[in-house]
């Protein structure tokens, strides 16, 4: 095959901002919300300074806008909101009771029911509220069963991405390729069309979770699991009559062991002392130290001190039932986007910060600067206060408390929220109604019955989610009417010279593979069904293998913790490292690739 012939400049601008797309989509420090927006509004503007009209006709500027209105995107908007309802409302909450008993007597077998169910369930639903529902669970359930829940978290996670391979409402992914390749004129999936090659490959793929990845996984301790080891900064509060007021700081370090580790002492409002030995210690004077839970009680009834969170006195006492917890802020969480400083944290819920957990690293609150910090969904939050307050924030749904109770948020609409779920995915099972159309009418009767309230409902929609898809929509576009995605079909074809259409195939599902552990998988997926399009033209083949070639590939969001959110969950909540995801996820990236390759192949006769 001969080197393709160089395409129009139109097209020639649209490759280029495909790939400069794709850098932007990747960049940690750029906002996904910013360069999404910065992409539409070059093709839009592009467009109108320099209009183009081809074979496939013109191209209007102001018809990249329609991606707010795609019926993907409203699908997906709509599924995310149905989903916010189940967690809010703890429907899933006796799957997740039943499974914990189970833990007690064979870990071995729970395990594989968990990855079964937790696959299952995702398949119809998006996997957020079922990693949200399994991590407490089971978090709690290895504690007790006395099993290394390093390898029990991460495999769930992995397992709620393979169950959504099933369905055209499993992921966003899905929804977004089976819309884009009939927008394009291909025949529209039905819902269980394609859940034989991914209920195959994810045999494999459970398997593989089940009793392997298990072994790969280094021994990691969740936060919560590790409470009796670690220490936590809090405040000494010396108060009127203390016979140790009036004393040094030594005679202080001396009544208490010794082995205290004083940071520093805060007099007055903004006062800071150094902790040398000679200082002398005054009513009022709070006294920061460093040690573990117990440490920090049994210091508190040596020196007849008053245990707070921070140096300011009003800081929640924690003479009595306080209690230390960590908690996730969720997609669907109010706090989502806020600064450390504007969530209100004690205001809110009278819980006192002490650090905070992202991407494998620690920040406590002392740390300068955190305040202005930006909570971001899967950020992992170790608070203190009272018991009742934990209670309450763990029925509430509002964060996601993750600690070693099997108490899970439940109300008495729960079942009606299911219910309706189900209403949902079986309208569109059946045919009665496209998934976009049955999932608005499922928000409508949620909201109206109050499973879900209108606040909540707003909170579980992403700006990122929404930013990308429009953006990514827009481009790929772009891409097919000025022939930019012709083009590259042509020069993958150039490059594959000499391969069957099964190696074809199994190397675009790689090449996807790739791209969605780097980028956004739902930019991966809208950019790559028009190419998959012009390659099976190319070639004078059914477009069906290519295209779920693509959904596939784009799926396998295995290997890096950033290339999906709930991997980001998974890691901040089980105290796993950036390795472990490489670790697991490339085998079973690999695994999954070949056995979807081969099945696709055979089905479609390449």
């Known amino acids: 095959m001969d080197f393709p012939q160089v395409p129009n400049m139109h097209a020639l601008a649209m490759l280029i901002m495909t790939g400069l797309a794709l850098f932007l989509f990747s960049r940690e420090k750029i ?24 074979a496939r006709g013109t191209i209007e500027p102001m018809s990249f806008f329609l991606g707010f209105g795609h019926e993907a995107l409203i699908a997906v908007c709509a599924l995310m909101i149905a989903g916010e309802a189940l967690v809010r409302t703890g429907a899933l909450e006796p799957v997740a009771r039943r499974l914990a008993r189970l833990w007690k007597w064979s870990p071995t077998f729970a395990l594989l029911l968990t990855l079964v169910i937790g696959a ?83 045999g494999f793929a459970i398997l593989y979770l089940w009793l392997l990845a298990p072994l790969l996984i280094p021994q990691r301790t969740p936060p919560m699991e590790d409470l009796s080891n670690r220490e936590f900064e809090a405040h000494l509060l010396m108060p009127e009559g203390n016979p140790l007021v009036g004393k040094s700081l030594a005679q202080i370090i001396h009544k208490a062991g010794d082995a205290i580790k004083v940071k520093r002492i805060c007099r ?34 040596l020196l007849g001190a008053r245990l707070t969170a921070g140096p300011d006195a009003s800081h929640t006492p924690l003479d009595g039932d306080f209690q230390l917890a960590e908690v996730a802020v969720t997609g669907g969480s109010r706090l ?60 509430g749904g509002e964060l996601l408390v993750l600690d070693n109770t099997a108490d899970l948020p439940h109300t008495a609409r729960a079942p009606l929220a299911l219910l309706i779920m189900v209403g949902i995915v079986s309208l569109a099972a ?18 109206g019955t109050g499973c879900i309230r209108w606040q909540q409902a707003s909170h579980a929609l992403s700006t990122q ?56 998988n739902n930019a991966a997926a809208v950019i790559g069904t028009p190419i998959a399009i012009s390659i099976a033209q190319e070639l004078g ?66």
């Open 430 to 447: 059946f045919g009665i109604m496209p998934i976009a159309m049955s999932a608005v009418l499922g928000c409508f009767v949620l909201i």
């Open 465 to 520: 989610v929404i930013m990308i898809i429009v953006s990514s929509l827009a481009l790929g576009s772009a891409l097919m009417k000025t022939g930019g995605a012709e083009y590259l079909a042509q020069l993958f074809l150039y490059v594959t010279t000499g391969l069957t259409p099964a190696w074809i195939l199994a190397f675009l599902m790689l090449l996807m593979a790739v791209m969605t552990n780097i980028v956004s």
């Open 120 to 202: 299952t369930l995702s398949a119809f639903m998006n996997n957020t509220p079922i990693v949200v529902l399994m991590l407490p669970m089971l978090i709690g359930a290895t504690v007790r069963s006395k099993t290394p829940s390093s390898g029990v978290l991460l495999p769930m996670g992995l397992a709620t991405l393979i169950g959504g391979m099933g369905t055209t409402i499993g992921t966003s992914t899905n929804l977004l390729v089976v819309s884009v390749a009939a927008d394009m004129g291909m025949e529209r999936f039905a819902m269980f069309d394609f859940l034989q090659p991914a209920a195959i490959a994810g």
């Open 31 to 54: 906002h996904l919300e910013s360069s999404s927006l910065a992409i539409l509004v070059m093709l839009v503007v592009g467009f109108q300074l320099f209009p183009f009209e081809g």
């Open 336 to 395: 989502r986007g806020l600064k450390v400083a504007d969530a209100r944290l004690k205001e809110r819920y009278g819980l006192d910060l002490l650090a905070v957990h992202r991407g494998g690293d620690v920040v406590s609150a002392s740390t300068p600067g955190l305040d202005q910090r930006q909570l971001q969904a899967s950020d992992v939050l170790l608070v203190q206060g009272r018991s009742k307050n934990i209670r309450t924030l763990k029925v």
């Open 268 to 301: 007055e409002e903004h006062l800071v002392i150094s902790p040398l030995p000679d200082v002398v210690i005054r009513a009022g004077d709070r006294i920061q130290v460093s040690a573990t839970v117990d440490m920090l009680k049994e210091y508190q009834a």
């Open 541 to 606: 083949l059914p477009l069906e293998p290519f295209v779920l070639a693509v959904l596939f590939g784009a799926n396998l969001s295995f290997v890096t913790p950033m290339a999906y959110k709930t991997n980001l969950l998974v890691m901040n909540a089980g105290g796993y490292k950036f390795n472990d995801f490489v670790r697991v996820g490339t085998p079973l990236t690999l695994l999954m690739w070949v056995v979807l390759s081969l099945v696709l192949t055979y089905a479609y006769n390449l």
